[in-house]
C-alpha cells in the first residue's frame, strides 16, 4: 500500500484534485492502523473494507490517461487491488510493509561493505545478527541487554529451548520472570 500511495503522492502536482482526495481516503486507512497495530479482522472488516470497496469503485471511474502519471497511479493499484487489500482479512498483517523495509534498510545501504565479508559463511552470519538485531529493534528490545543475557545463556538451554533466546520471545520471558 505504501508503494501504492507513492503513486498517487507523485500525481500532487499534475492532477492535485483527484490525488487529494485518493490519499486522504488511504490517510483515514492508514489512521485505522495507527489505532489498531493488533487490529482484528472484525474491526477491519468493519471500518477499513468500505473505504477500500467505495475507493475501489471510484479508482474504476477516475482512470485517467493510461500514460499519464494519474493512469499509472491508477493502474498500478487496480492490478494488485487483491494484494494490496488483503490485510483487511488478516489480523496480524500489517498495511504495508514499511517496518520491514525500514529494519531492512540499512542492510542495503551496506549491501556493498559486505562483498568483502570474507566468505559466504561469514556473510551468512552477519545476515543473522542483522536479522537479529533487527528484531530486537522491531520488538523494542534492548540489544545490549538482550546481547548480554542471551550470550550468557548460550551454552545453558538444551538446543530444543534456544528459540526461547529469540528476542520477541526474550522480551515475553524476561517481563515474566520479572513478575515472578
Given at each position: 500500500?505504501?508503494?501504492?500511495?507513492?503513486?498517487?503522492?507523485?500525481?500532487?502536482?499534475?492532477?492535485?484534485?483527484?490525488?487529494?482526495?485518493?490519499?486522504?481516503?488511504?490517510r483515514k486507512l492508514y489512521a485505522?492502523?495507527?489505532?489498531?497495530?493488533?487490529?482484528?479482522?472484525?474491526?477491519r472488516q468493519a471500518e477499513a473494507?468500505?473505504?477500500?470497496?467505495?475507493?475501489?469503485?471510484?479508482?474504476?471511474?477516475?482512470?485517467?490517461?493510461?500514460?499519464?502519471?494519474?493512469?499509472?497511479?491508477?493502474?498500478?493499484?487496480?492490478?494488485?487491488?487483491?494484494?494490496?487489500?488483503?490485510?483487511?482479512?488478516?489480523?496480524?498483517?500489517?498495511i504495508d510493509n514499511n517496518l520491514?523495509?525500514?529494519?531492512?534498510?540499512?542492510?542495503?545501504?551496506?549491501?556493498?561493505?559486505?562483498?568483502?565479508?570474507?566468505?559466504?559463511?561469514?556473510?551468512?552470519?552477519?545476515?543473522?545478527?542483522?536479522?537479529?538485531?533487527?528484531?530486537?529493534?522491531?520488538?523494542?528490545?534492548?540489544?545490549?541487554?538482550?546481547?548480554?543475557?542471551?550470550?550468557?545463556?548460550?551454552?545453558?538451554?538444551?538446543?530444543?529451548?534456544?528459540?526461547?533466546?529469540?528476542?520477541?520471545?526474550?522480551?515475553?520471558?524476561?517481563?515474566?520472570?520479572?513478575?515472578?
Open positions: 500500500m505504501a508503494h501504492a500511495r507513492r503513486y498517487f503522492h507523485e500525481c500532487l502536482d499534475s492532477d492535485p484534485k483527484r490525488a487529494a482526495y485518493v490519499l486522504g481516503e488511504l485505522i492502523e495507527r489505532r489498531l497495530r493488533d487490529a482484528s479482522v472484525e474491526v473494507k468500505p473505504i477500500l470497496d467505495t475507493l475501489e469503485d471510484w479508482l474504476r471511474k477516475n482512470g485517467g490517461l493510461r500514460q499519464s502519471r494519474w493512469g499509472k497511479a491508477v493502474r498500478y493499484s487496480l492490478n494488485r487491488w487483491e494484494k494490496l487489500t488483503r490485510y483487511v482479512d488478516h489480523g496480524r498483517v500489517e520491514v523495509e525500514n529494519v531492512l534498510r540499512p542492510l542495503a545501504l551496506g549491501r556493498r561493505n559486505y562483498l568483502f565479508a570474507g566468505s559466504h559463511e561469514a556473510a551468512q552470519r552477519s545476515a543473522i545478527i542483522y536479522s537479529l538485531l533487527g528484531t530486537c529493534k522491531l520488538h523494542r528490545v534492548n540489544v545490549q541487554e538482550w546481547l548480554t543475557d542471551v550470550l550468557t545463556r548460550i551454552p545453558t538451554p538444551p538446543a530444543s529451548r534456544v528459540h526461547e533466546l529469540l528476542p520477541h520471545r526474550w522480551k515475553g520471558l524476561r517481563q515474566l520472570r520479572k513478575v515472578a
